[in-house]
């Protein structure tokens, strides 16, 4: 099993729609959780940490559930310019230990 | 600004001729560095892990003598890809964290990529 799942998508949504991102980890022990951007031949650049307790960044809303092992990303009143790809990284601990998911490709239709 | 710097941005090469891929962490000291190569369309894909004063460790598949991973100092890993093919051609990415970050949340940082063209 891969220590990080995503699926990849394509998500393909109207301008103004809420769209949701789930992403699950298979290691109990891992400890911090990121989503990051990355458009096109571009490098990813984080867009939030996630939080035990969620955490929201205007448009934006990040949750973990650690009981099942899985975080969320939660787009609202989506923008043309949230089209990219979506990354969830996991860190179990220690530099050594940082797991990307597959990335899940947005593409926010006018 | 940027806190990982890779160089260079893009690079074409010949057949068979061999291509230096730098990355510099510029704020922090990293013992650690991630080399990751990224195909059009598809997702990174974890090359090998940079470890200063020691050998890498790469993942299953990749050649380590045609990838060739030299980090001899707390700032710099740098990647060859020797007797690069077309196939070579890909977009390859650096990152690495801050191991003494505030915080245990410290997330990775990457470089800006670098667009490899074999021909």
């Known amino acids: 099993r891969k220590e990080v799942e995503q699926d990849p998508g394509p998500f393909n949504v109207p301008e103004g729609a809420t769209v949701a991102f789930n992403c699950t980890y298979s290691n109990s022990a891992s400890q911090s959780f990121f989503w990051y951007r990355q458009d096109c031949r571009k490098e990813p650049k984080l867009l939030m940490s996630v939080y035990s307790s969620g955490n929201e960044d205007g448009r934006f809303t990040a949750q973990l559930n650690r009981a099942s092992q899985y975080i969320s990303l939660l787009i609202r009143d989506s923008k043309l310019s949230d089209s990219a790809t979506y990354l969830c990284?996991?860190?179990?601990?220690?530099?050594?230990?940082?797991?990307f998911g597959t990335g899940t490709r947005l593409t926010v239709i006018p | 600004g940027a806190v990982v710097s890779q160089h260079p941005s893009w690079v074409i090469c010949k057949s068979g001729t061999s291509v230096k891929i730098e990355c510099r962490s510029l704020?922090?000291?990293?013992?650690?560095m991630f080399w990751y190569r990224q195909f059009p369309k598809q997702s990174l894909m974890l090359m090998a892990t940079?470890?200063?004063?020691?050998?890498?460790?790469?993942e299953q598949g990749v050649e380590k003598d045609k990838f060739l991973i030299n980090h001899a100092s707390l700032t710099l890993s740098t990647l060859t890809v020797t007797s690069a093919h077309p196939e070579d051609s890909s977009f390859y990415i650096c990152?690495?964290?801050?191991?003494?970050?505030?915080?245990?949340?410290?997330?990775?940082?990457f470089g800006q990529g670098t667009r490899l063209t074999v021909v």
């Open positions: 990284v996991v860190i179990r601990g220690g530099a050594n230990n940082l797991f």
């Open positions: 704020d922090f000291q990293a013992t650690t």
């Open positions: 990152s690495a964290r801050d191991p003494l970050g505030r915080t245990m949340n410290t997330e990775a940082f």
């Open positions: 940079s470890n200063e004063g020691s050998k890498a460790t790469y």
